[in-house]
Structure formats: structure tokens, C-alpha cells
């Protein structure tokens, strides 16, 4: 049963630390995509990737955050410095796009839960 | 501009049929789309639309489309207490091209009632 895998799954830091959060998407799959989930602001797109490359990070704060794809292996998403508005729970996606058409069925990670205090 | 909007809770009672509903704004999104959240879980698809339908039927599931009002539902027949959980609309707004990503909307939580 092929699945996203997170980690670390729980993380408690100190406000100015760096975070770092790391996705194994399904093999195979050509896109990958980074949301954060807050209550009051539910499901934001933070980044995504396609067939390892950037496509967008237009959601994500530059000064602090940066994501990578080193290889089709891995996703990294970087917090540095964290605060505490950065508490969210962290989920990375993955799918595969077919061309133009086709429905884009993704495939969520467990999340990784932030807590900066 | 690319935002889904959801009522947040709604409660039924066990054996009742519960109906989630959901409004976008992009008229390209070629798919619609409904994923469920149970607690300390990521989400999981639930089923999707062609845009070209106006209803689509899965067991217990059966999604409404409304293209000219932008109008999305999903009804669950019979709902258990294992449906409980927050359930999230998305769309695919693709008129730049295909890219693969989902806008979500906030999530209703259904709370099932035994």
C-alpha cells in the first residue's frame, strides 16, 4: 500500500530555532506539494514541485522558509528561524500529473505537527 | 481569484443523511474534488467530479454539481458514526495549464450522533 511518509510526526522547538521537515512521496509520482494547516486559516498551499522542479512558492513566507526536492526521493521544507506564529501542522502531498488531462488525485502524508514556543 | 468556502460544522443523527456543500469561484477547474480528515490524519480522497457532470453516485456518496452557480455537495446516505470527521471541498483551477495543485476550502466538521 503505497503512502506518503513525514517526519518528524511532532516537533516542539524554541522560537529562533531551525526546523527542518522531510517528505518521502510515492514512488513514481511527479508532483509534490507542501500545505500548512491552522485553524484560522485551514489549508494553505505553501509550494510545489513538479518532476523535482519548482513550480510555485508564492504561498510561503521567503525570509524564513525554503523548500527543495534534492532528489525524487526526498522533499525538505526549512524553517529558519522559527516562531510561533509558525505552529501548524505540515503536510506534504504527492500525485502524479498526466498531461492536461486527467483529475489530480494526491495523496497526503500523516503531517508533521509544529509547535514553536 | 482561486477560493472554495464551506460552512464549518454541521451535526446529524446516526441513520440520517448528511449534506455538505460547498462554493468556488474558478469556472476552469476541470475537476471537483472531496477529501475527509479523520483526527491526526492527513487527507484522503473521497471521490471527484468531471465538471462536465452534474452528479456523480459512490455507495453511500453522491456528489451534486451545479456549474452555473459553482455550487458543489456531497451527500452521505445513511451516516454512521464513523463518518465523523472534517470533510473538504477542492478545487483544480487550471487555467494556466495543468499544474496539479488543489485549493481547499476551510473543511466542514460532521459530527455524527449515535
Known amino acids: 500500500d503505497a503512502r506518503v511518509t513525514q517526519t518528524p510526526r511532532h516537533k516542539v522547538t524554541e522560537m529562533g530555532q531551525e526546523v527542518t521537515m522531510r517528505c518521502q512521496p510515492i514512488l513514481g509520482h511527479n508532483t509534490v506539494f507542501w500545505y500548512r494547516q491552522t485553524m484560522m486559516q485551514g489549508l494553505e498551499l505553501l509550494a510545489y514541485?513538479?518532476?523535482?522542479?519548482?513550480?510555485?512558492d508564492s504561498g510561503m513566507p521567503k525570509d524564513r522558509f525554503s523548500a527543495e526536492m534534492p532528489d525524487a526521493t526526498l522533499a525538505t521544507l526549512k524553517i529558519q528561524p522559527s516562531e510561533p506564529r509558525d505552529s501548524a501542522v505540515y503536510f506534504c502531498?504527492?500525485?502524479?500529473?498526466?498531461?492536461?488531462?486527467?483529475?489530480?488525485?494526491?495523496?497526503f502524508g500523516a503531517g508533521s505537527r509544529l509547535t514553536v514556543l | 481569484g482561486e477560493d472554495v468556502e464551506q460552512s464549518l460544522f454541521l451535526s446529524v443523527r446516526e441513520g440520517d443523511s448528511s449534506v455538505i456543500n460547498c462554493t468556488y469561484t474558478d469556472s476552469s477547474s476541470t475537476y471537483l474534488y472531496w477529501y475527509k480528515q479523520e483526527p491526526g490524519a492527513g487527507l484522503q480522497l473521497l471521490t471527484y467530479i468531471f465538471s462536465n457532470m452534474d452528479m456523480k453516485q459512490d455507495q453511500r456518496l453522491t456528489v451534486l454539481l451545479n456549474k452555473k452557480d459553482k455550487h458543489l455537495s456531497l451527500r452521505i446516505a445513511d451516516t454512521q458514526t464513523g463518518d465523523s470527521a472534517i470533510y473538504f471541498c477542492?478545487?483544480?483551477?487550471?487555467?494556466?495549464?495543468?499544474?496539479?495543485?488543489?485549493?481547499f476550502g476551510q473543511g466542514t466538521t460532521l459530527q455524527v450522533k449515535p
Open positions: 502531498a504527492s500525485g502524479l500529473l498526466r498531461g492536461t488531462a486527467g483529475a489530480n488525485v494526491l495523496t
Open positions: 477542492a478545487e483544480s483551477p487550471d487555467g494556466s495549464g495543468n499544474t496539479g495543485k488543489l485549493i
Open positions: 514541485f513538479r518532476n523535482r522542479a519548482p513550480l510555485d
